[in-house]
Each structure stands twice: as structure tokens, then as C-alpha cells.
């Protein structure tokens, strides 16, 4: 399985546990220094295959194959975040209820539990902002720099991840919309909601084991054929 069999594998796991409905979010992936594969606007998570993707250039943002579908309008979000994150190889976008629903009420998602502090670390809330367009990419892709953090859940629209490998961005994926669920029914509650402390955060994420698993995620073709 290759790179972006393994995305489509993933993505169509998403849709299958509602993180997007319909022609909703977006996914990419770095090929190589000079282009990513995208999908294809109005594709859908739930059938895609690899030609729902479209390479498109890193540098001019121009799609690298005459007559390719036209790549998601979220484009140039993709593209800024390639531009200033190196180490980034995947990115996916999308619209998991859970996260949008805290959105709405909250600008944080604290850290509440081992596996947010050991493989996601900080969550930021990036205020609303009209989608699709050039401001709004830039604004994505350094706040992500600005913040040091691999997810932004967006007002009012989404969820934004970014990873070495498909799976880290995956379970990224997966585990950010599970604070959000747990920290909206504790918030529920109107009672006191424990998170973790700053040194409880960094006693878990210097443990030999979760330095090891996440080691284990950033290498991409031990994990394809378990995707």
C-alpha cells in the first residue's frame, strides 16, 4: 500500500465515524519536495480512491497534470502550511461535530488525558474566518508556527491537523475530537473541570514508552499494510 492508497484508507475511516459528512474537508499529502497530492474539490471521504487526488506544484500552486480535476478550494491553506512547516507531510482537514461544537462555546481545549498530552500536545482555537481564501490559509499556517502545535480546531468550521505520516495525523485526527467530546460533557457537569497540569503533561511525554510509540509513528512504510 502506498502513500496515498493509505490516506484514501484512512480518510474513508473518518467518514465512516462521522468526522465529515457529504463533500465536506479536505486532505493532502507531500509526494516530494516540489508537490503534494490533494483532493479533488467536491470528492468525497467516504469513496475515495487515488484518483480522487490531484498533484499540484508546492512552489506555484499550479496542478502538475493538464486537464486534472480541479483541486480542493482549500488549496492554498494545504500549500501555506507545506510552505512553512518542513517536517509536515500530511494534512487533513475536517468537520468533526464535536470540535465545531466546542468552537462555539469555548476558545481552548485544555489536556485532559495521556494520550492528548503524549501524541497531540496543545490544542489551539483559531477565531472564524471566511474559508477558501489566501488570508485564511496564511492565518492557519502561522498560527501553527506561532503556536507550535500540530491541530487548530477552526470556529464555526472544523478541525486541522498536520503529521509526519498518515497514521500520526490520523489518530491526531481521532484523539482531538475525543477531548473535545469529553471536555464538553465534563464542562456539562458545571462542576470543576480537572486537567492535567503542565508537569503532568511533561512527565507523560518524557516516558521512554511514549517517546517509542511515537518514534514508531513518524515512519511511514513500517505502519502501511496496518492502516
Known amino acids: 500500500m502506498d502513500n496515498i492508497d493509505a490516506l484514501c484508507t484512512v480518510l474513508r475511516v473518518l467518514a465512516d465515524n462521522g468526522f465529515v459528512y457529504g463533500p465536506g474537508g479536505n486532505a493532502s499529502i507531500r509526494l516530494d519536495d516540489k508537490t503534494i497530492a490533494i483532493t479533488a474539490s467536491g470528492s468525497s471521504f467516504d469513496s475515495l480512491v487515488r484518483d480522487n487526488f490531484v498533484k499540484v506544484n508546492l512552489e506555484s500552486g499550479e496542478c502538475c497534470v493538464s486537464g486534472a480535476p480541479r483541486p480542493s478550494s482549500e488549496t492554498s491553506m ?5 510552505r512553512t512547516h518542513p517536517k509536515v507531510n500530511v494534512v487533513l482537514h475536517t468537520h468533526p461535530t464535536y470540535c465545531i461544537a466546542l468552537s462555539t462555546v469555548s476558545d481552548e481545549l485544555p ?17 472564524y474566518m471566511l474559508p477558501t481564501t489566501e488570508q485564511f490559509g496564511r492565518s492557519v499556517a502561522m498560527e501553527l508556527v506561532k503556536s507550535n502545535v500540530c491541530s487548530l480546531i477552526l470556529q464555526n468550521h472544523g478541525l486541522v491537523v ?21 471536555y464538553l460533557s465534563a464542562l456539562s457537569t458545571r462542576e470543576k473541570v480537572r486537567e492535567l497540569s503542565q508537569e503532568e503533561i511533561l512527565e507523560i511525554q518524557n516516558l521512554e514508552a511514549e517517546r517509542y510509540r511515537n518514534q514508531m509513528l513518524t515512519q511511514y512504510k513500517r505502519f502501511w499494510t496496518e492502516v
Open 78 to 82: 494545504h500549500l501555506a502550511i507545506y
Open 111 to 127: 489536556i485532559l488525558f495521556p494520550d492528548q498530552a503524549a501524541l497531540v500536545g496543545k490544542t489551539k482555537v483559531l477565531r
Open 162 to 182: 498536520t503529521g509526519s505520516t498518515v497514521l500520526q495525523a490520523f489518530y491526531r485526527t481521532q484523539i482531538v475530537e475525543q477531548a473535545c467530546k469529553i
